[in-house]
């Protein structure tokens, strides 16, 4: 027997067994035999906005249950989580660790402003997630660094005595939470770097990358003995306007010039283990893990709507995930999993997981919490993704649990109901021969 569960806008979550079907081909969906990359699992962001969303919910009861659902490995299982490094565009206002001017010893620095919010959040996640792995970026370093000294634009001042001050920076923060309770096991050195934003930001060429990584960032976390592991991003290129360097108007071939610049460098190379896309870097992705497939590919941030939590925005958060992880990613990171109807701090409504009525405090599940856990849910961390090929190669995928189990997830994204089979030709018995309701996701689970 298989396991089918299917959701539409009408049905959410229902569950059923069918018979398998003894198929050797099929023209919508098969096996290859091929096995790629094994997932570290999907995952969201800890933002403060999300925090405060959590104290409104009407009951105790219910805030456990939204943790739960998000962290328990039996649910969501979110494993692999990002939170920020300071300030970030959904902060409750922007802030850093050290913001006395020219404190190059950090004498200042204090993480006290996260242990009544993003610490918080993330221990009572760990109730349900022992597991739990964070990965931290920083929206912006202390503005003292920069030059303009602001939060939003400007660039990291290129000078020895600050370039070092601001790898120890990354280092107390990792120590602080490491404190709390709280690993950090992987590093990405700035979010956006081709990004000019209204929200805390900061632009980074090629060059400047590399030194700062090269020459301070890794050298220090290796001479403090630290694990936390480096990796290229967040990158949100390519894009028509980023940032090169010597002015703007960069195309993509430029784009991967800036990637390729960091990483044909060996020095600069030995201490980055992976690179992180989000935003229009899933054009890259393919390019990068074809050129560097001994790098770790990280989705690192879902892109989040405008607020509507609409059905055909949810549809297209399927295709990222089934777009990443078909070229290489190994994990896919939610942004916001809990919000009010409140904007962010420079004035975006966004989708998120969860709502919370500030009025009522009653929650609601929206469509891509029904996406993300027809993913998460039975997609296991360890899990290989599986070749395939067929007319539904881009609205399915197949990966098999350590296990041994074998998890179709599939979308009809017409407006009709469509016939679906799938076959497994070195298993014939786990055939499928099923009708997907129109606009619907659908998980099949198969011993």
Known sequence: ?????????????????????????????????????????????????????????????????????????????????????????????????????????????????????????????????????????????????????????????????????????????VRAYAEHGIKVTHLFPQNEVFADQKFPSCLYSSEDMKVFVRDYLGPTFEREGLDTQICLGTLNGPEEMAFTGVGYGMR????????????????????????????????????????????????????????????????????????????????????NMVLTEVVSTWGWMQNSLFSVDSKTGEITRNPEYYVMKHFAKYVKPGARVLGTSGHFNSMAIAFENVDGTVVVVAQNALNKDMPFTFANPDKPQQGIDVVLKARSFNTFILD
Not at 7 to 19: A, N, R, Y
Not at 129 to 152: A, C, G, H, I
Not at 273 to 300: M, N
């Open 252 to 335: 993509m071939d430029n784009y991967n010039r800036w990637v390729d610049d960091i990483l044909f460098d060996d020095e600069a190379r030995k201490y980055i283990k992976g690179i992180g896309y989000q935003w229009a870097g899933r054009d890259a992705v393919q390019r990068t893990h074809e050129s560097w497939p001994e790098l770790e590919i990280f989705q690192t941030e879902s892109e989040c709507g405008n607020g509507e939590n609409a059905w055909d925005y949810a549809e297209y958060i399927f295709h990222l995930i089934n777009h990443y992880l078909r070229n290489g990613a190994t994990t896919y990171t939610y942004w």
């Open 1 to 173: 027997m298989t396991t089918w569960i299917s959701t539409t806008q009408d049905e959410k979550f229902i569950e059923q067994e069918v018979e398998a079907t003894n198929r050797t081909n099929s023209e919508d969906l098969q096996l290859t035999g091929e096995k790629f990359q094994a997932l570290r699992g999907f995952g969201g962001c800890f933002n403060e906005l999300g925090y405060q969303a959590l104290t409104e919910i009407a009951s105790e009861e219910d805030a456990e249950q939204v943790f739960k659902e998000l962290f328990d490995p039996s649910e969501m299982n979110f494993v692999f989580n990002r939170a920020p490094v300071g300030a970030n565009d959904f902060s409750l206002n922007w802030y850093s660790y050290d913001e006395t001017d020219g404190d190059l010893e950090l004498e200042d620095f204090s993480i006290e402003r996260d242990e009544k919010t993003l610490i918080p959040y993330i221990q009572r996640a760990q109730k349900y997630q022992p597991d739990l792995k964070l990965f931290s970026s920083p929206w912006s370093p202390p503005t003292w660094m920069k030059f303009p000294k602001v939060y939003n634009f400007g660039r990291l001042v290129m000078e020895p005595e600050n370039l070092q001050a601001y790898a120890n920076y990354f280092v107390k923060y």
